[in-house]
């Protein structure tokens, strides 16, 4: 499915989809004794619900509900053994709910950066499973340099890049990311799409790389006033080229609409 992905990815803007973790949490998920990954196996009606929710409101992609499923942090409660069978099934619920007609996206978080082999073991988890690409999610600019050294060694599929900070040497940063072959790049987690924004217009400066925007809610307003601001700001990207926008921590598939209908 990697190949029907790309010439999308290069050619127009795609809505994502809302913060998962945030919503299993309001759905009674405790960080303290679970994750939501392993939801995937306990929950997984939930999960897809959330998709289907996602999908209703507007989005084009999904991101997997594999955040933090590889073998380094599962080991915390000790469920390393079933990286694979963890991914697969959030591969599984998110196709199960877009159908064949919407992509997928492997989400992978940071933590695989202290143990690096345990990137190739998630990654290949989720390809074979048929994941359209893969996003290396809410990392640092050096755990995303391990990761996608490892991961371009291993598969073709598209590889997108989500920092959660940018270093000031910005365009020092992003030709790293180009010369190691990602195929996109972007932010996560800032608070609010108008600062999602303003990475998006300072990263453009630098690279023709579609660009990846998920940021947060901004707790500081009303939700309903963030969901108006989410899409309105968002209408601005049009002269950013080929974009993909969604949201994280703490957004809905209220934002995901507000996307839709700013499009």
Known sequence: MSESFRPALSSRSIRLDA???TRLIARGLSLQDDDPCLWN???PDVVRRLHEADLAAGSEALLTNTFGANR???SRYDRETEVRR???AGVCLAREASGPNR?????????PSEVPKSYREQAEALLSAGADALVLETHRLDQAVVGLEILRSLTPAPILISLYLWPDSLEESVRRLEDLGADAIGVNCVPGMD???HYAQRLRAFTPLPLFLKPSRN??????????FFGRIAGKRFDLGPILVGG????????????????
């Open 86 to 88: 963890i991914n697969e």
């Open 19 to 21: 913060g998962m973790g």
């Open 72 to 74: 380094n942090w599962l």
């Open 195 to 197: 600062a999602a924004l």
């Open 248 to 263: 994280c921590c703490g957004t809905t598939d209220q934002h995901v609409a507000s996307l839709r209908d700013s499009w």
């Open 103 to 111: 992509f997928v996206l492997g989400s992978i978080g940071p933590t």
């Open 41 to 43: 196996l306990s929950h």
């Open 219 to 228: 707790e500081q307003i009303p939700l309903a006033d963030d969901v108006a």
